[in-house]
């Protein structure tokens, strides 16, 4: 027997396996093919200047609002276009949600001493006889010389801001706040002879119309100011009741 056709068995009975170059001659044992790797794809061409061109706006840009710039002075802040002044960029009162007044419609005094008060004078009420200087605002009044409770006339401004009369109210030989001119003159009969009667002088009360000027607010009209029990004459209006002098 030659080698090619030998094949020894073990004990068991059962033949070794074939060596490789053995199994290499087997027919139909062939080396199994390589993985071959995907062909590359061609390089993209690259755009000339001329085929960059924009996109087209889509239907949700196209009716988007324009975009503006917020400058201070070109966007308002307030919620209420009566105030004398403006809120800046991104700034929120949270007492008065920006309006300028609280809910018991009191003035929110932050928002007014800062935007306002620091650099101007709010006079609303023009026909005070005195006007109200810069950076002031009267808790009682808000400005207006009459408070807003009892519509009674703000007897701290009044005293504070108001020109005093600087002249002798009571005539000599009089007592009390009386007016020393006449304001009614006598009736002459006509025809009649001499010189004419003198004129008395018409007694008027504290604060009447006739005597001029405007109501004083520190004594209401009455010439005199209390203190508990005591009374003494208006420092203001001199006991006059009117004030004479404007500014």
Partial sequence: MSKASYTPKDDAGEAPPPSYHEA?????????PLPQRPPQAPPRPLKSESQYQPRPQ?????HAPPKTQNYLGSVNYSNNTNLPFEFPK?????????????????????????????NNAWNPNQLLPFRYPKNFICEKCYNHGVK???????KDCYERFAKRNNYTIN????????????????????????PPAPQMPLRVPPGDPRLGGTLCGNCRGTGQTWFLLD?????????????????
Wanted: hydrophobic fraction near 25%; charge should be positive; aromatic fraction near 12%.
């Fill in 90 to 118: 991104r700034y929120f009162c949270k007492k008065c949600k920006n309006t300028g007044y609280k809910k018991d419609n009191k003035m929110c005094l932050d928002c007014w001493r800062q935007f306002y008060l620091r």
């Fill in 171 to 194: 005539p000599p030989g009089l007592s009390g706040p009386y007016y020393s001119q006449p304001v009614v003159a006598p009736m002459q009969m006509p025809g009649a002879f001499g």
């Fill in 24 to 32: 290499i001659a087997l027919p139909g044992s062939a080396e199994p």
């Fill in 148 to 154: 807003f409770k009892n519509g009674k006339t703000c």
């Fill in 231 to 247: 009374s003494d004459l208006c420092n203001v209006c001199g006991g006059l009741g009117r004030l004479l002098n404007r500014y």
């Fill in 58 to 62: 889509t239907s949700q840009s196209a």
